[in-house]
């Protein structure tokens, strides 16, 4: 499958931008921003001229205290540190009418609130290996995309589209409205994931290890699907569990 993605910048470790002003000219100049981490309690005229220009954008904002930000840099941060992110975040509103002109069957990932790492690099490279045409993760609780992310997922980070929004359910009702069927993974169900037909076009949605998907997305799921479990351990490791649904979908898509 074609992944539709446009090319990327390569760049091995994260970026930091230190500093009110410097910031406000990376996000004037359009640079990929993981997040934006800034001095609780921070106040001023320039503080306030980056807070208006990031009203509109969807970059996460992080208050923290001052001795975060002393142990991320030793430089004159002025309260204010962004994190340059390895891949430039995409949205799936230009996505997915780009796979259906190629004629292709959309299989999307919607992730909901996984925020480790090592977890978000291994379900983008089983992804990239099945084909899933794009991924969508939350603007907040979701892992950054960092070096360790990268080197999990085996360099896939930078070869499937990764779509960062503001409000998860918004974005699965546009994926209703495009054609998609949205399949939660969930063990709040009785029907397996064998039931849904993965050869219609799918997203699939899986949720953290602690807290699983969000009730509003339960709600707006067409179908609910959970993986058989036969031993005593009651769960899977979300990377994996991912791993299992989304080889069910391609192996129906290959029969």
Excluded: W
């Excluded at 997915?96 to 990932?109: D, N």
């Excluded at 799921?221 to 005593?232: E, N, R």
């Amino acid at each position: 499958m074609d992944n539709h993605r446009r090319p990327q910048r390569v760049k091995e470790n994260n970026e930091f931008v230190f500093g009110i002003r410097a910031v406000i000219e990376a996000v004037k100049a359009a640079r990929d921003i993981e997040t934006i981490y800034v001095q609780r309690g921070l106040g001023g005229e320039l503080f306030l001229e980056l807070k208006a220009l990031l009203k509109d954008t969807l970059i996460p904002i992080n208050s923290v205290p001052i001795e975060k930000l002393n142990r991320m840099s030793q430089k004159n941060h002025q309260g204010v540190i962004a994190v340059i992110s390895p891949i430039t975040y995409q949205n799936i509103e230009d996505i997915v009418p780009a796979i259906f002109e190629k004629g292709e069957v959309p299989l999307v990932l919607v992730l909901d609130s996984v925020t480790d790492v090592r977890n978000m690099g291994a379900i983008a490279r089983t992804a990239a290996c099945v084909g899933v045409h794009a991924i969508v993760v939350p603007l907040k609780n979701a892992a950054q995309i960092n070096a360790d992310a990268i080197k999990t997922s085996a360099g896939a980070l930078f070869n499937i589209p990764i779509c960062r929004h503001s409000n998860l359910h918004k974005t699965c009702l546009f994926l209703q409205e495009s054609g998609l069927q949205i399949v939660a993974c969930t063990e709040k169900t009785e029907d397996l994931i064998y039931a849904p037909d993965y050869t219609a076009p799918t997203a699939i949605v899986m949720g953290s290890e602690d807290e699983g998907i969000s009730n509003e997305l339960l709600r707006v799921a067409d179908h609910l699907a959970k993986i058989p479990m036969a031993g005593k351990i009651e769960s899977l490791n979300v990377s994996v569990a991912a791993g299992v649904i989304l080889y069910e979908a391609i192996r129906q898509r290959t029969n």
